[in-house]
Protein backbone atom coordinates (compact mmCIF):
# COMPACT_ATOMS: atom_id res chain seq x y z
CA UNK A 1 0.00 0.00 0.00
CA UNK A 2 1.51 2.94 -0.88
CA UNK A 3 1.37 6.20 1.38
CA UNK A 4 0.89 9.72 0.40
CA UNK A 5 3.58 11.82 1.33
CA UNK A 6 1.24 14.92 1.65
CA UNK A 7 -0.41 12.58 4.11
CA UNK A 8 2.01 11.98 6.45
CA UNK A 9 3.04 15.30 6.62
CA UNK A 10 -0.51 16.34 7.49
CA UNK A 11 -0.57 13.87 10.48
CA UNK A 12 3.09 14.78 11.72
CA UNK A 13 1.75 18.76 11.62
CA UNK A 14 -1.42 17.61 13.39
CA UNK A 15 -0.04 15.37 16.38
CA UNK A 16 2.63 18.55 16.87
CA UNK A 17 -0.04 21.28 17.49
CA UNK A 18 -1.82 18.62 19.28
CA UNK A 19 0.97 18.21 21.84
CA UNK A 20 1.60 22.13 21.67
CA UNK A 21 -2.11 22.71 22.96
CA UNK A 22 -2.33 20.02 25.36
CA UNK A 23 1.09 21.76 27.08
CA UNK A 24 -0.44 25.10 26.82
CA UNK A 25 -3.33 23.64 28.68
CA UNK A 26 -2.27 21.22 31.28
CA UNK A 27 1.61 22.28 31.41
CA UNK A 28 1.55 26.06 31.51
CA UNK A 29 -1.60 26.18 33.49
CA UNK A 30 0.68 27.00 36.81
CA UNK A 31 2.02 29.87 35.22
CA UNK A 32 -1.32 30.95 33.70
CA UNK A 33 -3.08 30.63 36.97
CA UNK A 34 0.03 32.48 38.91
CA UNK A 35 -0.22 35.18 36.56
CA UNK A 36 -4.06 35.63 37.21
CA UNK A 37 -3.23 35.57 40.88
CA UNK A 38 -0.57 38.29 39.93
CA UNK A 39 -3.48 40.65 38.55
CA UNK A 40 -6.49 39.77 40.78
CA UNK A 41 -3.59 40.73 43.89
CA UNK A 42 -3.09 43.79 42.02
CA UNK A 43 -6.80 44.73 41.39
CA UNK A 44 -7.31 44.24 45.45
CA UNK A 45 -4.64 46.84 46.05
CA UNK A 46 -5.17 48.86 49.05
CA UNK A 47 -7.77 52.05 48.44
CA UNK A 48 -7.47 54.69 51.08
CA UNK A 49 -10.61 57.01 51.83
CA UNK A 50 -11.56 59.51 53.86
CA UNK A 51 -13.44 58.97 56.68
CA UNK A 52 -15.85 62.19 56.91
CA UNK A 53 -16.11 62.29 52.88
CA UNK A 54 -16.26 58.40 52.15
CA UNK A 55 -16.83 59.22 48.11
CA UNK A 56 -12.69 59.97 48.20
CA UNK A 57 -11.11 56.81 46.73
CA UNK A 58 -7.27 56.43 46.27
CA UNK A 59 -4.94 54.31 45.58
CA UNK A 60 -1.87 55.93 47.75
CA UNK A 61 -2.39 57.41 51.62
CA UNK A 62 -2.47 61.00 52.06
CA UNK A 63 -4.48 63.84 52.87
CA UNK A 64 -8.17 64.60 51.89
CA UNK A 65 -8.61 67.18 49.22
CA UNK A 66 -11.86 68.43 51.11
CA UNK A 67 -11.09 68.68 54.39
CA UNK A 68 -7.15 68.09 54.79
CA UNK A 69 -7.75 64.89 57.06
CA UNK A 70 -5.13 61.84 56.49
CA UNK A 71 -6.45 58.98 54.57
CA UNK A 72 -7.40 55.57 56.08
CA UNK A 73 -7.15 52.60 54.51
CA UNK A 74 -10.68 51.15 52.83
CA UNK A 75 -10.92 47.50 54.18
CA UNK A 76 -12.54 44.77 52.29
CA UNK A 77 -15.65 43.73 53.10
CA UNK A 78 -16.87 47.31 54.85
CA UNK A 79 -19.32 47.67 52.92
CA UNK A 80 -21.37 44.90 53.28
CA UNK A 81 -23.38 44.17 56.64
CA UNK A 82 -25.53 41.19 58.16
CA UNK A 83 -28.35 43.08 57.01
CA UNK A 84 -27.86 43.94 53.03
CA UNK A 85 -29.52 47.16 54.02
CA UNK A 86 -26.74 47.92 56.92
CA UNK A 87 -23.72 50.34 56.70
CA UNK A 88 -20.60 48.40 58.11
CA UNK A 89 -17.60 50.27 59.72
CA UNK A 90 -14.19 48.75 60.29
CA UNK A 91 -12.97 49.41 63.91
CA UNK A 92 -10.54 51.50 62.62
CA UNK A 93 -13.11 53.52 61.20
CA UNK A 94 -15.41 53.83 64.02
CA UNK A 95 -12.28 54.83 66.08
CA UNK A 96 -11.35 58.16 63.77
CA UNK A 97 -15.66 58.63 63.50
CA UNK A 98 -15.58 58.72 67.21
CA UNK A 99 -18.43 55.83 67.04
CA UNK A 100 -19.45 54.66 70.49
CA UNK A 101 -22.04 52.36 71.26
CA UNK A 102 -24.26 51.09 74.73
CA UNK A 103 -26.32 48.77 75.55
CA UNK A 104 -29.98 49.84 76.06
CA UNK A 105 -32.00 48.72 79.58
CA UNK A 106 -35.10 50.26 81.39
CA UNK A 107 -34.81 52.37 84.34
CA UNK A 108 -37.07 54.78 86.16
CA UNK A 109 -37.53 57.71 84.05
CA UNK A 110 -35.92 60.43 85.87
CA UNK A 111 -35.90 64.67 84.80
CA UNK A 112 -34.02 66.94 86.50
CA UNK A 113 -37.00 69.93 85.87
CA UNK A 114 -34.81 73.33 86.92
CA UNK A 115 -37.33 75.76 88.07
CA UNK A 116 -36.57 79.96 88.46
CA UNK A 117 -38.91 81.47 90.80
CA UNK A 118 -39.23 84.48 93.11
CA UNK A 119 -39.97 84.96 97.38
CA UNK A 120 -42.87 86.72 97.89
CA UNK A 121 -44.78 87.38 100.88
CA UNK A 122 -47.61 85.00 102.01
CA UNK A 123 -51.00 86.89 101.16
CA UNK A 124 -52.51 85.37 103.89
CA UNK A 125 -50.06 87.36 106.41
CA UNK A 126 -50.47 90.88 105.18
CA UNK A 127 -52.71 93.09 107.28
CA UNK A 128 -54.10 96.58 106.97
CA UNK A 129 -54.19 98.14 110.14
CA UNK A 130 -57.08 101.18 110.28
CA UNK A 131 -57.90 103.47 113.03
CA UNK A 132 -60.92 102.79 114.90
CA UNK A 133 -61.20 105.72 115.87
CA UNK A 134 -62.41 108.86 113.73
CA UNK A 135 -60.21 111.77 114.38
CA UNK A 136 -56.82 113.88 113.59
CA UNK A 137 -53.36 112.29 113.95
CA UNK A 138 -51.88 114.18 116.60
CA UNK A 139 -48.27 111.77 116.48
CA UNK A 140 -47.05 108.97 114.76
CA UNK A 141 -44.77 106.95 116.24
CA UNK A 142 -44.05 104.63 113.11
CA UNK A 143 -42.27 106.86 110.60
CA UNK A 144 -41.01 104.71 107.83
CA UNK A 145 -41.57 101.44 105.77
CA UNK A 146 -39.63 98.82 106.93
CA UNK A 147 -40.13 99.51 110.67
CA UNK A 148 -40.97 96.62 112.70
CA UNK A 149 -43.67 96.12 114.95
CA UNK A 150 -45.53 94.15 117.78
CA UNK A 151 -48.47 93.53 118.24
CA UNK A 152 -49.92 95.63 120.93
CA UNK A 153 -47.52 98.28 120.39
CA UNK A 154 -48.76 101.89 120.50
CA UNK A 155 -48.29 103.49 117.18
CA UNK A 156 -49.89 106.61 116.99
CA UNK A 157 -51.83 109.32 118.99
CA UNK A 158 -55.32 110.22 118.12
CA UNK A 159 -57.75 113.13 118.60
CA UNK A 160 -61.05 112.60 119.00
CA UNK A 161 -64.12 114.91 119.68
CA UNK A 162 -66.32 111.78 119.26
CA UNK A 163 -63.96 109.41 121.67
CA UNK A 164 -63.98 112.71 124.20
CA UNK A 165 -67.78 112.65 124.09
CA UNK A 166 -67.71 108.79 124.76
CA UNK A 167 -65.36 109.32 127.66
CA UNK A 168 -67.62 112.05 129.44
CA UNK A 169 -70.55 109.50 129.01
CA UNK A 170 -68.46 106.71 130.80
CA UNK A 171 -67.90 108.59 133.35
CA UNK A 172 -71.40 110.03 133.99
CA UNK A 173 -72.77 106.37 133.67
CA UNK A 174 -70.13 104.56 136.37
CA UNK A 175 -71.64 107.53 138.69
CA UNK A 176 -75.04 106.03 138.51
CA UNK A 177 -73.61 102.36 137.97
CA UNK A 178 -75.40 101.51 141.81
CA UNK A 179 -79.25 102.63 140.36
CA UNK A 180 -78.85 101.98 136.28
CA UNK A 181 -75.86 99.68 135.88
CA UNK A 182 -76.77 99.10 132.34
CA UNK A 183 -76.01 102.38 131.59
CA UNK A 184 -72.37 101.56 132.40
CA UNK A 185 -72.05 99.03 130.55
CA UNK A 186 -73.38 100.82 127.68
CA UNK A 187 -70.79 102.95 127.60
CA UNK A 188 -68.30 100.46 128.07
CA UNK A 189 -69.60 98.78 125.00
CA UNK A 190 -69.25 101.38 122.90
CA UNK A 191 -65.65 102.34 124.06
CA UNK A 192 -64.53 98.66 123.23
CA UNK A 193 -66.36 98.82 119.96
CA UNK A 194 -63.50 101.06 119.34
CA UNK A 195 -61.10 98.93 119.87
CA UNK A 196 -60.25 100.18 123.36
CA UNK A 197 -59.14 97.29 126.05
CA UNK A 198 -60.78 96.35 129.26
CA UNK A 199 -57.69 98.21 131.18
CA UNK A 200 -57.68 101.13 129.33
CA UNK A 201 -61.47 101.57 130.36
CA UNK A 202 -60.40 100.85 133.88
CA UNK A 203 -57.90 102.93 133.74
CA UNK A 204 -60.82 106.18 132.49
CA UNK A 205 -62.37 105.36 134.90
CA UNK A 206 -59.94 104.73 137.53
CA UNK A 207 -58.28 108.49 137.26
CA UNK A 208 -62.18 110.52 136.45
CA UNK A 209 -60.11 112.43 133.97
CA UNK A 210 -60.93 112.81 129.97
CA UNK A 211 -58.02 112.08 127.70
CA UNK A 212 -57.76 113.96 124.75
CA UNK A 213 -55.09 111.90 123.02
CA UNK A 214 -55.71 108.82 122.71
CA UNK A 215 -53.33 105.80 121.83
CA UNK A 216 -53.95 103.65 118.87
CA UNK A 217 -52.42 99.92 119.20
CA UNK A 218 -50.90 97.52 116.36
CA UNK A 219 -53.03 94.60 116.22
CA UNK A 220 -50.80 92.45 114.40
CA UNK A 221 -47.02 91.83 114.52
CA UNK A 222 -44.86 92.48 111.38
CA UNK A 223 -42.98 95.16 108.68
CA UNK A 224 -44.53 98.44 107.64
CA UNK A 225 -44.32 97.95 104.05
CA UNK A 226 -46.90 101.05 103.40
CA UNK A 227 -47.34 104.15 105.67
CA UNK A 228 -50.67 106.11 104.29
CA UNK A 229 -50.88 108.62 106.45
CA UNK A 230 -48.53 112.14 107.90
CA UNK A 231 -49.27 113.71 110.88
CA UNK A 232 -52.10 116.17 111.27
CA UNK A 233 -54.18 114.43 108.83
CA UNK A 234 -57.88 113.79 109.68
CA UNK A 235 -58.48 110.20 109.32
CA UNK A 236 -61.91 108.41 109.39
CA UNK A 237 -62.99 105.21 111.01
CA UNK A 238 -62.08 102.10 109.52
CA UNK A 239 -59.66 104.13 107.30
CA UNK A 240 -56.06 102.26 106.67
CA UNK A 241 -53.08 104.28 107.96
CA UNK A 242 -50.45 101.29 107.61
CA UNK A 243 -49.96 98.10 105.71
CA UNK A 244 -48.31 95.43 107.76
CA UNK A 245 -47.05 92.11 106.43
CA UNK A 246 -45.41 88.99 109.03
CA UNK A 247 -42.52 87.10 107.27
CA UNK A 248 -42.16 84.60 109.92
CA UNK A 249 -43.58 82.56 106.68
CA UNK A 250 -43.27 83.49 103.76
CA UNK A 251 -44.08 82.18 99.87
CA UNK A 252 -41.51 81.13 97.04
CA UNK A 253 -43.43 81.20 93.82
CA UNK A 254 -41.84 78.59 90.69
CA UNK A 255 -42.19 79.50 87.11
CA UNK A 256 -43.42 76.12 85.68
CA UNK A 257 -43.53 76.44 82.07
CA UNK A 258 -46.10 74.46 80.06
CA UNK A 259 -44.21 71.38 78.47
CA UNK A 260 -42.89 70.92 82.35
CA UNK A 261 -46.20 71.07 83.62
CA UNK A 262 -46.52 67.13 83.66
CA UNK A 263 -43.63 66.86 85.66
CA UNK A 264 -44.86 68.88 88.55
CA UNK A 265 -47.60 67.91 90.84
CA UNK A 266 -48.82 69.15 94.38
CA UNK A 267 -46.50 67.41 97.33
CA UNK A 268 -43.48 67.39 95.20
CA UNK A 269 -40.45 68.76 97.35
CA UNK A 270 -38.20 71.39 95.51
CA UNK A 271 -34.57 72.16 97.03
CA UNK A 272 -33.79 75.25 96.28
CA UNK A 273 -30.94 77.84 96.90
CA UNK A 274 -30.54 81.79 96.94
CA UNK A 275 -27.91 83.76 95.08
CA UNK A 276 -28.02 86.28 98.03
CA UNK A 277 -27.08 83.27 100.42
CA UNK A 278 -24.50 81.24 99.01
CA UNK A 279 -23.74 77.82 100.46
CA UNK A 280 -27.25 77.57 102.02
CA UNK A 281 -30.22 75.26 100.72
CA UNK A 282 -33.82 75.65 101.45
CA UNK A 283 -36.27 73.61 100.41
CA UNK A 284 -40.19 73.44 100.82
CA UNK A 285 -42.90 70.92 99.35
CA UNK A 286 -45.35 72.46 96.38
CA UNK A 287 -48.80 73.13 98.10
CA UNK A 288 -50.41 74.93 94.96
CA UNK A 289 -50.15 74.50 91.44
CA UNK A 290 -52.01 77.73 88.90
CA UNK A 291 -55.17 76.22 87.48
CA UNK A 292 -54.61 78.90 84.65
CA UNK A 293 -51.55 79.58 82.72
CA UNK A 294 -50.41 83.18 82.14
CA UNK A 295 -51.71 84.39 78.75
CA UNK A 296 -47.88 86.94 77.91
CA UNK A 297 -45.16 84.14 79.92
CA UNK A 298 -46.78 81.06 79.25
CA UNK A 299 -46.03 79.45 82.86
CA UNK A 300 -48.32 78.83 85.49
CA UNK A 301 -46.99 79.61 89.64
CA UNK A 302 -46.13 76.47 91.92
CA UNK A 303 -46.23 77.52 95.33
CA UNK A 304 -44.02 76.78 98.18
CA UNK A 305 -44.36 77.83 101.77
CA UNK A 306 -41.50 78.09 103.71
CA UNK A 307 -40.67 78.91 107.65
CA UNK A 308 -39.21 82.28 108.08
CA UNK A 309 -38.40 82.29 111.67
CA UNK A 310 -34.19 83.66 111.10
CA UNK A 311 -36.12 86.15 108.05
CA UNK A 312 -33.41 85.26 105.76
CA UNK A 313 -35.63 85.03 102.84
CA UNK A 314 -37.25 88.66 101.52
CA UNK A 315 -39.88 89.51 99.41
CA UNK A 316 -38.70 89.67 95.51
CA UNK A 317 -35.30 87.36 95.77
CA UNK A 318 -34.70 85.29 92.94
CA UNK A 319 -34.37 81.42 93.58
CA UNK A 320 -33.15 78.80 91.89
CA UNK A 321 -34.27 75.25 92.71
CA UNK A 322 -33.95 71.51 90.89
CA UNK A 323 -36.97 69.22 91.24
CA UNK A 324 -36.27 65.34 90.53
CA UNK A 325 -39.58 64.13 88.97
CA UNK A 326 -40.56 60.69 88.19
CA UNK A 327 -42.75 60.41 85.22
CA UNK A 328 -46.29 59.12 85.64
CA UNK A 329 -47.45 55.79 84.74
CA UNK A 330 -45.00 52.82 84.02
CA UNK A 331 -42.59 52.06 86.61
CA UNK A 332 -39.67 51.32 83.93
CA UNK A 333 -39.44 52.61 80.25
CA UNK A 334 -36.52 52.44 77.90
CA UNK A 335 -34.02 55.46 77.99
CA UNK A 336 -31.64 56.34 75.67
CA UNK A 337 -29.37 59.84 75.11
CA UNK A 338 -29.84 62.26 73.04
CA UNK A 339 -26.85 61.81 71.74
CA UNK A 340 -28.20 58.54 69.94
CA UNK A 341 -31.60 59.70 68.55
CA UNK A 342 -31.82 62.10 64.99
CA UNK A 343 -34.93 63.49 63.94
CA UNK A 344 -36.35 65.61 61.10
CA UNK A 345 -39.25 66.61 63.37
CA UNK A 346 -41.42 64.12 62.06
CA UNK A 347 -39.76 61.25 62.68
CA UNK A 348 -37.17 60.21 65.03
CA UNK A 349 -34.31 57.71 64.14
CA UNK A 350 -31.73 54.95 65.67
CA UNK A 351 -29.07 53.26 64.15
CA UNK A 352 -28.78 49.71 65.87
CA UNK A 353 -25.74 47.85 66.16
CA UNK A 354 -25.34 44.38 64.49
CA UNK A 355 -22.16 42.59 65.15
CA UNK A 356 -20.55 39.66 63.47
CA UNK A 357 -17.29 38.12 63.15
CA UNK A 358 -15.69 40.34 60.45
CA UNK A 359 -17.06 43.51 61.33
CA UNK A 360 -19.67 45.73 62.69
CA UNK A 361 -22.99 46.91 60.91
CA UNK A 362 -25.54 49.45 61.72
CA UNK A 363 -28.82 49.44 60.83
CA UNK A 364 -31.42 52.41 60.77
CA UNK A 365 -34.43 51.74 63.31
CA UNK A 366 -37.54 54.59 63.74
CA UNK A 367 -38.31 54.69 67.34
CA UNK A 368 -41.18 56.59 68.69
CA UNK A 369 -40.41 59.13 71.54
CA UNK A 370 -41.42 59.88 74.85
CA UNK A 371 -40.88 62.90 77.15
CA UNK A 372 -37.10 64.76 77.32
CA UNK A 373 -35.52 63.32 80.39
CA UNK A 374 -32.60 66.23 80.08
CA UNK A 375 -29.97 64.68 78.63
CA UNK A 376 -31.62 61.71 77.43
CA UNK A 377 -35.16 60.69 75.83
CA UNK A 378 -38.01 58.20 77.05
CA UNK A 379 -38.19 55.67 74.24
CA UNK A 380 -41.91 54.73 73.80
CA UNK A 381 -41.73 52.35 70.11
CA UNK A 382 -38.80 50.92 68.47
CA UNK A 383 -36.41 49.47 71.00
CA UNK A 384 -36.19 46.44 73.02
CA UNK A 385 -33.85 45.56 76.17
CA UNK A 386 -30.76 44.41 75.37
CA UNK A 387 -30.58 45.71 72.04
CA UNK A 388 -26.71 47.88 71.23
CA UNK A 389 -27.10 51.06 69.53
CA UNK A 390 -25.13 53.89 68.45
CA UNK A 391 -24.87 56.84 71.46
CA UNK A 392 -22.05 59.01 69.44
CA UNK A 393 -20.94 59.53 66.06
CA UNK A 394 -24.68 58.55 64.32
CA UNK A 395 -24.27 61.52 62.14
CA UNK A 396 -21.18 60.28 60.81
CA UNK A 397 -23.28 56.55 60.30
CA UNK A 398 -26.20 58.30 58.45
CA UNK A 399 -23.75 60.16 56.18
CA UNK A 400 -21.95 56.97 55.09
CA UNK A 401 -25.07 55.10 54.61
CA UNK A 402 -26.93 57.98 52.68
CA UNK A 403 -23.50 57.69 50.51
CA UNK A 404 -24.03 54.63 49.82
CA UNK A 405 -27.47 54.79 48.64
CA UNK A 406 -28.91 52.49 51.91
CA UNK A 407 -31.67 53.82 54.29
CA UNK A 408 -30.83 57.10 56.22
CA UNK A 409 -32.12 60.30 57.91
CA UNK A 410 -32.79 61.67 54.38
CA UNK A 411 -33.16 58.33 52.26
CA UNK A 412 -36.19 56.26 54.07
CA UNK A 413 -35.96 53.63 51.34
CA UNK A 414 -32.84 52.66 49.62
CA UNK A 415 -33.17 52.13 46.01
CA UNK A 416 -29.42 52.09 45.42
CA UNK A 417 -28.51 55.02 44.49
CA UNK A 418 -26.55 57.75 46.96
CA UNK A 419 -28.98 59.87 48.57
CA UNK A 420 -29.27 63.86 47.97
CA UNK A 421 -30.66 65.75 50.50
CA UNK A 422 -33.53 67.40 49.62
CA UNK A 423 -34.13 71.05 50.04
CA UNK A 424 -37.94 71.23 49.48
CA UNK A 425 -38.28 69.38 52.69
CA UNK A 426 -38.02 70.68 55.88
CA UNK A 427 -34.17 70.62 56.98
CA UNK A 428 -32.60 67.74 58.93
CA UNK A 429 -32.49 68.42 62.40
CA UNK A 430 -30.73 66.64 64.47
CA UNK A 431 -31.10 66.07 68.74
CA UNK A 432 -27.68 64.83 69.19
CA UNK A 433 -24.95 67.15 69.77
CA UNK A 434 -23.27 66.15 66.57
CA UNK A 435 -19.61 65.00 68.53
CA UNK A 436 -17.68 64.43 70.71
CA UNK A 437 -17.04 66.56 73.44
CA UNK A 438 -13.50 67.61 72.56
CA UNK A 439 -10.30 69.59 74.89
CA UNK A 440 -10.25 72.85 73.55
CA UNK A 441 -6.85 72.62 74.65
CA UNK A 442 -5.82 70.97 71.70
CA UNK A 443 -7.57 73.71 69.24
CA UNK A 444 -5.53 76.54 67.62
CA UNK A 445 -5.86 79.74 68.46
CA UNK A 446 -6.41 81.17 65.11
CA UNK A 447 -9.04 78.83 65.16
CA UNK A 448 -11.16 79.67 67.83
CA UNK A 449 -10.56 83.56 66.91
CA UNK A 450 -12.56 82.44 63.26
CA UNK A 451 -15.14 80.67 65.22
CA UNK A 452 -15.64 83.98 67.31
CA UNK A 453 -16.02 86.04 64.27
CA UNK A 454 -18.97 83.53 62.88
CA UNK A 455 -20.38 83.50 66.41
CA UNK A 456 -20.54 86.66 65.91
CA UNK A 457 -22.43 86.38 62.79
CA UNK A 458 -24.99 84.81 64.18
CA UNK A 459 -25.66 87.02 66.86
CA UNK A 460 -26.69 89.96 64.74
CA UNK A 461 -28.84 86.81 62.86
CA UNK A 462 -30.11 86.30 65.63
CA UNK A 463 -30.90 89.61 66.71
CA UNK A 464 -33.55 90.45 63.17
CA UNK A 465 -35.33 86.95 63.97
CA UNK A 466 -35.73 88.78 67.76
CA UNK A 467 -37.33 91.93 65.53
CA UNK A 468 -39.63 89.34 63.51
CA UNK A 469 -37.52 91.06 60.18
CA UNK A 470 -37.19 87.90 57.82
CA UNK A 471 -35.54 90.13 55.19
CA UNK A 472 -32.76 90.99 57.50
CA UNK A 473 -32.41 87.73 58.74
CA UNK A 474 -32.04 86.06 55.04
CA UNK A 475 -29.37 88.77 53.96
CA UNK A 476 -27.38 87.78 57.75
CA UNK A 477 -27.50 84.19 57.06
CA UNK A 478 -25.66 84.76 53.68
CA UNK A 479 -23.34 86.77 55.36
CA UNK A 480 -23.01 83.63 58.26
CA UNK A 481 -22.34 82.04 55.60
CA UNK A 482 -19.55 83.46 54.12
CA UNK A 483 -17.68 84.04 57.38
CA UNK A 484 -17.75 80.19 58.20
CA UNK A 485 -16.51 79.44 55.05
CA UNK A 486 -13.45 81.06 56.29
CA UNK A 487 -13.07 78.85 59.36
CA UNK A 488 -9.79 76.68 58.18
CA UNK A 489 -10.65 73.31 58.93
CA UNK A 490 -6.93 71.82 58.05
CA UNK A 491 -5.79 73.67 61.50
CA UNK A 492 -7.08 70.91 63.45
CA UNK A 493 -4.85 68.36 62.90
CA UNK A 494 -6.08 66.38 65.80
CA UNK A 495 -8.38 63.39 64.08
CA UNK A 496 -11.26 63.46 66.71
CA UNK A 497 -11.11 67.12 66.39
CA UNK A 498 -11.40 67.69 63.42
CA UNK A 499 -14.45 64.27 62.91
CA UNK A 500 -16.02 66.68 65.48
CA UNK A 501 -15.88 69.97 63.86
CA UNK A 502 -16.56 67.92 60.29
CA UNK A 503 -19.82 67.26 62.06
CA UNK A 504 -20.89 70.22 63.28
CA UNK A 505 -20.15 72.38 59.97
CA UNK A 506 -22.51 69.93 57.58
CA UNK A 507 -25.31 71.66 60.31
CA UNK A 508 -24.33 74.90 60.24
CA UNK A 509 -23.99 74.71 56.56
CA UNK A 510 -27.74 72.93 55.64
CA UNK A 511 -29.70 75.21 58.43
CA UNK A 512 -27.57 78.78 56.81
CA UNK A 513 -29.07 77.64 53.52
CA UNK A 514 -32.57 77.11 54.23
CA UNK A 515 -32.81 80.55 56.27
CA UNK A 516 -30.96 82.30 53.68
CA UNK A 517 -33.10 80.82 50.92
CA UNK A 518 -36.60 81.60 52.03
CA UNK A 519 -37.90 84.95 53.27
CA UNK A 520 -40.91 82.75 55.93
CA UNK A 521 -40.14 83.88 59.66
CA UNK A 522 -41.36 80.63 60.72
CA UNK A 523 -39.33 78.22 58.43
CA UNK A 524 -36.38 80.68 59.50
CA UNK A 525 -36.88 79.87 63.29
CA UNK A 526 -37.12 76.22 62.88
CA UNK A 527 -34.04 76.28 61.06
CA UNK A 528 -32.35 79.08 63.52
CA UNK A 529 -33.28 75.86 66.16
CA UNK A 530 -30.32 72.63 65.12
CA UNK A 531 -28.56 75.95 64.06
CA UNK A 532 -28.30 77.17 67.33
CA UNK A 533 -27.59 73.77 68.99
CA UNK A 534 -24.82 73.05 66.37
CA UNK A 535 -22.94 76.26 67.35
CA UNK A 536 -23.34 76.05 71.27
CA UNK A 537 -21.87 72.51 70.90
CA UNK A 538 -19.14 74.04 68.80
CA UNK A 539 -18.31 76.94 71.30
CA UNK A 540 -18.47 73.87 73.89
CA UNK A 541 -15.56 71.98 72.32
CA UNK A 542 -13.48 74.11 70.02
CA UNK A 543 -13.77 77.31 73.13
CA UNK A 544 -13.88 81.16 71.97
CA UNK A 545 -11.91 84.55 71.96
CA UNK A 546 -12.09 87.45 74.09
CA UNK A 547 -15.70 87.29 74.16
CA UNK A 548 -18.37 86.25 76.66
CA UNK A 549 -21.69 84.24 75.55
CA UNK A 550 -24.98 83.18 77.54
CA UNK A 551 -26.27 80.57 76.43
CA UNK A 552 -30.48 80.82 76.74
CA UNK A 553 -33.21 78.34 76.58
CA UNK A 554 -37.11 78.84 75.88
CA UNK A 555 -38.92 75.86 76.90
CA UNK A 556 -42.31 76.79 74.50
CA UNK A 557 -40.29 77.00 70.80
CA UNK A 558 -40.15 73.48 68.52
CA UNK A 559 -43.63 72.74 69.18
CA UNK A 560 -42.73 72.53 72.82
CA UNK A 561 -39.62 70.87 72.52
CA UNK A 562 -37.59 73.81 74.02
CA UNK A 563 -34.29 74.88 72.28
CA UNK A 564 -31.36 77.33 73.11
CA UNK A 565 -29.59 80.29 71.67
CA UNK A 566 -26.99 82.42 72.35
CA UNK A 567 -26.59 85.65 73.50
CA UNK A 568 -24.09 88.75 74.38
CA UNK A 569 -26.75 89.63 76.92
CA UNK A 570 -27.96 88.26 80.06
CA UNK A 571 -31.32 90.23 79.26
CA UNK A 572 -33.61 87.44 77.61
CA UNK A 573 -34.76 88.78 73.92
CA UNK A 574 -36.40 85.58 72.79
CA UNK A 575 -35.31 85.18 68.85
CA UNK A 576 -38.48 82.16 68.61
CA UNK A 577 -41.28 84.35 69.23
CA UNK A 578 -39.73 87.91 68.86
CA UNK A 579 -42.53 90.22 70.24
CA UNK A 580 -44.85 87.70 70.93
CA UNK A 581 -42.85 86.62 74.06
CA UNK A 582 -39.97 88.96 74.29
CA UNK A 583 -38.64 87.59 77.53
CA UNK A 584 -40.14 83.98 77.60
CA UNK A 585 -37.18 82.16 78.67
CA UNK A 586 -33.85 82.08 80.95
CA UNK A 587 -29.87 81.92 81.26
CA UNK A 588 -28.70 78.25 81.11
CA UNK A 589 -25.11 78.75 81.94
CA UNK A 590 -22.30 81.44 80.95
CA UNK A 591 -19.54 80.55 78.31
CA UNK A 592 -16.30 82.45 78.89
CA UNK A 593 -13.07 83.10 76.49
CA UNK A 594 -10.53 80.24 76.75
CA UNK A 595 -7.09 81.69 78.23
Known amino acids: M ?8 TGLVTLVMGLLIGWLIFGGSPKISANEDHQHGSAEETIWTCSMHPQIRQNEPGQCPICGMDLIPLES ?14 PVA ?33 FSQSSHIPGRIEKLLINFTGEYVRKGQTIAFLYSPDLVNAQKELLEASKMKATQPQLLEAAKEKLRNWKLTNRQIDEILESGVVKESFPLLA ?4 YVINKLVNRHDHVAQGQVIYEIVDLSSVWVLFDVYESDMTWVKKGDKIPFTVASLPGETFSGAISFIDPIIDAQTRVAKARVEVKNSASKLKPEMFVSGTLEANLPGKAENIVVPKTAVMWTGQR ?43 VHGTFSIDAAAQLAGKPSMMNRQSDGKK ?14 KTAESQSASGVP ?32 AGASKEKLSKID ?51 EQFGIANTTFYQQHCPMADSNKGADWLSLEKEIRNPYYGDAMLSCGSVERTITPVK
Not at 490 to 514: C, R
Open 489 to 539: MKLLSDHQVHMAWMSTLELLEENLAVIANTGELATQRAAFVPLSSALIQAV
Open 94 to 126: MQLANVSTAVVGSMAPVKSVKLIGKVQADERLI
Open 445 to 476: EAFRNQLTDFAMAYISLKNELVNDDPEKAQKL
Open 219 to 222: DNSG
Open 348 to 390: SVVYVKLASNQSVSFVIREVVLGPALGDSYVVKEGLENGEEIA
Open 2 to 9: TIDKKTII
Open 419 to 432: AAFDHDHMVMLTAQ
Open 77 to 90: GMDEGIDPMAISMS
